[in-house]
């Protein structure tokens, strides 16, 4: 490899010229060895010019690099694909909202009936059970429309690496329907808390991940947590509404965090396994409160960019166990 004259040689790194005998040279720092093919200088582990071996020592190949395994829950999507679903939630809330009021104007509930119709609401001239049933049938339909801003938040969700998929079908929808309306009417309304947990399983367990069709979500929520939480929101709902909607967030963070705790994800053996949400009420409440000024300023229309990133703030603080 190199050109030895006398007692010196040249570096075969660097060329520099060095002591015949060094096996480490004195500017550049390799290690030399002889080629076990042909004898000639060469530095320690590379291969030969000339005959193509190398000295004693091993090449060493570089090793390869180590992929870095994906979160194990993710969220991520584009506002524009949930602003119309919102749009059509809000309106649908809005008309319930109205319906109940007229309903209670219409009905013989002294002093709120006085009070409404001091303030200059008028019902339509029909019968306040009509009125009642009607609040009630779009409070039903808020809840249908709230099943697809569910459905979308699940099918841009991903967990161990595996896109969701949410399946609906008609015959679950109807059999949902109708099992509401018995228990509604055998309960007086007083099921509706186990009803909603029911709802929250049905949806999840019709969600998969792709490659493990056999393995669907699950959900253990009960009825009894649903009935406390009803009435903590029954009890906070005059706050958060005096407070501009500010101060929804604590009736949601109570909602979402439930929601979170109570998912059961299956992993590649197909073992539900619980998540674990580690996300602190000070930061959710201080993001929804910034988003909810957002959407005020922005007359609703910043709505489905806050949502975004709440459910994406969510999956960042989202552990599969």
């Not at 570089?62 to 992929?67: C, D, F, G, K, Q």
């Not at 969700?157 to 679950?172: H, M």
């Not at 056999?214 to 009803?230: I, Y």
């Not at 979402?256 to 000070?282: A, C, E, I, Y």
């Amino acid at each position: 490899m190199g050109t030895e004259t006398g007692e010196f040689k040249d570096c075969p790194s660097c060329g520099s010229r060095i002591a015949e005998a060094a096996v480490k040279c004195s500017f550049c720092k390799s290690g030399l060895g002889h080629c076990l093919g042909c004898n000639a200088w060469i530095v320690e582990g590379t291969e030969c010019l000339d005959c193509g071996k190398s000295t004693a020592v091993r090449v060493r190949k570089a090793a390869a690099p180590v992929e870095k395994a994906p979160p194990k829950y993710q969220f991520d999507a584009s506002p524009f694909g949930l602003l119309p679903l919102l749009a059509i939630r809000f309106a649908l809330a809005a008309a319930c909202v109205g319906a109940i009021v007229f309903a209670v104007a219409a009905s013989p509930l002294d002093p709120a009936t006085f009070f409404l119709i001091e303030h200059g609401v008028r019902p339509p001239n029909v019968g306040w059970p009509l009125l009642w049933g009607a609040a009630g049938g779009l409070l039903l339909a808020v809840g249908f429309a709230g099943t697809f801003v569910r459905r979308f938040r699940m099918s841009h969700t991903v967990l161990f690496g595996q896109p969701v998929e949410v399946a609906t079908s008609l015959g679950s929808i109807l059999l949902n329907l109708l099992i509401t309306a018995i228990v509604l009417a055998l309960t007086a309304g007083l099921g509706l808390p186990w009803l909603y947990a029911r709802y929250r399983r049905s949806f999840y367990r019709g969600c998969t991940m792709q490659g493990r069709p056999g393995a669907p979500l699950d959900f253990q929520g009960a009825g009894e947590e649903v009935l406390g939480r009803f009435c903590l929101t029954v009890l906070l709902l005059p706050l958060a509404i005096a407070s501009g909607g500010f101060l929804l967030g604590i009736i949601t963070w109570m909602w979402m965090k439930w929601d979170q705790s109570s998912l059961l994800v299956p992993d590649k053996h197909g073992t539900n396994r619980p998540v674990r949400f580690n996300g602190t009420f000070g930061g959710y409440l201080g993001r929804w409160m910034l988003g909810w000024l957002l959407t005020l300023v922005s007359a609703g229309i910043y709505r489905p960019w806050a949502k975004i990133a709440e459910w994406r703030w969510i999956a960042q603080h989202s552990e599969v166990l």
